[in-house]
T-cell receptor, first 110, second 111 residues
């Protein structure tokens, strides 16, 4: 069963605007959440994370929000840049393991 | 700093042939090690993980196996490849608690 879901397979955004990526999870035992960025034919690179005891974490242009009651997290990228065009994976951690969503392909238009 | 190596980068193998993919990590001790597979257009599926030498946990029943002969070495193997084994294989390392860091991946095509 898929415990982490990214319901939007793709997102197109204009350069300079905000990108908002969403992720839902079902397992309340998850205690740490992460976002990864992936280019084709490369391994994912870690972007930003958040502990389940927090509701927001910010790192430069990237902010992750966690709503535990709704079992929902989101990634905001402001401002979006052409180099942000990639696949973004949401992941949730419990008991040594990460569960990944299916990914959202972000395209930043000039 | 830590680095993770995977090889080969690409591999084309016939159905029924054996497989051996190797992953090594530098700059850390006793890491947790992971093998993932990404099928075309899909997310990352955890195949195996190891929290110590000789300790292997399997997440998905299949014709693949994993071994950890040394602290920072993780090997993915198969005795006989199937067409469905094609995909992008990723090794990762992590410390207990959260972030995992991925290698460059191996593109396997079974023909």
């Amino acid at each position: 069963d898929q415990q982490v879901k990214q319901n939007s397979p793709s997102l197109s955004v204009q350069e300079g605007r905000i990108s908002i990526l969403n992720c839902d999870y079902t397992n309340s035992m998850f205690d740490y959440f992460l976002w990864y960025k992936k280019y084709p034919a490369e391994g994912p690179t870690f972007l930003i994370s958040i502990s389940s005891i927090k509701d927001k974490n910010e790192d430069g242009r990237f902010t992750v929000f966690l709503n535990k009651s709704a079992k929902h997290l989101s990634l905001h990228i402001v401002p979006s840049q052409p180099g942000d065009s990639a696949v973004y994976f949401c992941a949730a951690y419990f008991d040594y393991k990460l569960s990944f969503g299916a990914g959202t392909t972000v395209t930043v238009r000039a | 700093s830590q680095t993770i190596h995977q090889w080969p980068a690409t591999l084309v193998q016939p159905v029924g042939s054996p497989l051996s993919l190797e992953c090594t990590v530098e700059g850390t001790s006793n890491p947790n090690l992971y093998w993932y597979r990404q099928a075309a257009g899909r997310g990352l599926q955890l195949l195996f993980y190891s929290v110590g030498i000789g300790q292997i946990s399997s997440e998905v029943p299949q014709n693949l196996s994993a071994s950890r002969p040394q602290d920072r070495q993780f090997i993915l193997s198969s005795k006989k490849l199937l067409l469905s084994d094609s995909g992008f294989y990723l090794c990762a390392w992590g410390e207990t608690g959260g972030e995992q860091y991925f290698g460059p991946g191996t593109r396997l095509t079974v023909t």
